[in-house]
């Protein structure tokens, strides 16, 4: 090896086949001196003077002297296994450092019992681990319910990618499921939500994925005891009015379209926790999981609405890349009459396919291109970036028309969503890398 690095670049211990020998004072990335300047880097920017204290507590039980400010970062119910990781560096910690804190260090292992995390080896099942995890959020939230100053807000941090389909084929995601059942049922409620940058690039999960980049930061105070009850089509109709809004801010902050879904659930659920219970049409209490289902469902309404303002090409691209992808599908007269002449498809006797990029023309020229579409300048600036970076992009987009512009960013959200929905993560990282990189393309665009 020819330097040092982290050991966890996952939440778990990999497989290595040789020892790091490379020079601990080498002048190389992961060496003492880096390492040491990356920790002064940030302790020398941090704004606080007063002195502060440490100390390891149980979340549920943490007693304070006062009211206070607090920001957490809850656990992400069966992703990471941290006590099992804190036993890599435990074991060797005790060794070294057991006379000073006998207390902390005196069990052979890191304790496990009460640590919120849906292992199911370690309480009996995949159902008893759950109910362990829901149990252990509601009296964390109360407790700090009871403890949160009066003047302040909670601060939520939360970076966990919704997964899993339910038959109706709704995304869900039984890690926000469950961490909003222990919030809202503690007595706060959603006020705001703040996406913020917090990921690196760079680091192992993102590469080549569609990996969350930001955390979703969620402002909470708890619930007016007067709040009103609302029935499922109040709910919606809020949502419906009060969402698309919301999204329309994110997405002119740039938020990255694998960052727009965990966005979303910010505003909705502030629309869902404001009311003391939601009533469905049987009498009974709308879940946590169904409202986060009806999120989903407006938020994709709100993109597939937007499609009206692009152009009928370009709707019919994307109603046919819905059903087929890049696949060939049986030839349609709609789709033939529409496409062909744009110049975006390949048509065969009984089969149409949407060319790839790489098919697509080179040399475009979309000031030359009467029947320029907002399919192709998508299409066209991706193509730019996979091969000669932002640089290339801008230089494309300066010839585009104005109106096809802030179209195509809008378009890659819409495609990405799909994307994700049919489970395509080659063809979304594509839309989600022009959005990322869009800010800079054009900054670029706009150079001289």
Known sequence: MDRLRGTFQRQAVPMTWD?????????????FAHCLFSVWEV??????????TAEQADAAALDTTGPALIATDPPYYDNVPYADLSDFFYVWLRRSLRDLDPKLLGTPLTPKAAELVAI??????????????????????????AMQATDGPLTLFY???????????????????????GLLGSGFA????????????????????????????????????GAPVATRGQLLAALKAELP????????????????????????????SRHAKVVEADGRAM???TALGLINRVLDETLAQQEADLDVETRCAVAWFQRHGMRPGPSEPAAVERLVPAGIVASGPATVRLLA?????????????RRATVWEVAQHLIRALDNGGEAAAGQLLRQVDGDLVEAARELAYRLYMLCERRKWPKEALAYNALVVSWPEIIRLAAEE
Not at 122 to 144: E, N, T
Not at 245 to 272: S, T
Request: positive net charge.
């Open 245 to 272: 809004p919301a999204l329309r801010r994110l997405r002119q902050g740039n938020i990255a379209p694998v960052d727009l879904a965990q966005a979303a659930i910010g505003p909705g659920m502030a629309v869902f």
């Open 357 to 369: 990029r790489d098919e697509l023309p080179p040399g475009w020229d979309p000031a030359g291109d």
């Open 19 to 31: 020892y790091a020998e490379a020079n601990p004072f080498g002048d190389a990335g992961g060496d």
């Open 190 to 225: 959603v006020t705001g939500t703040w996406p913020m940058r917090t990921e690196l690039s760079s680091r192992m999960l993102s590469s080549g994925t569609n990996a969350l980049a930001s955390s979703i930061v969620l402002v909470c105070r708890p619930r007016p005891a």
């Open 159 to 181: 970076a966990f990618k919704q997964v899993g389909t339910d038959g109706d084929g709704t995304v869900g995601s039984t890690g926000w499921e469950t961490m909003l059942e």
């Open 287 to 289: 879940t946590v999981r």
């Open 120 to 145: 199911p080896y370690r309480f009996g099942g995949r159902k008893r681990a759950g109910a362990h995890v829901q149990d252990g959020f509601v009296q964390a939230f109360s407790h700090m319910r």
């Open 43 to 52: 302790v020398s920017r941090l704004p606080g003077r007063a002195p502060a």
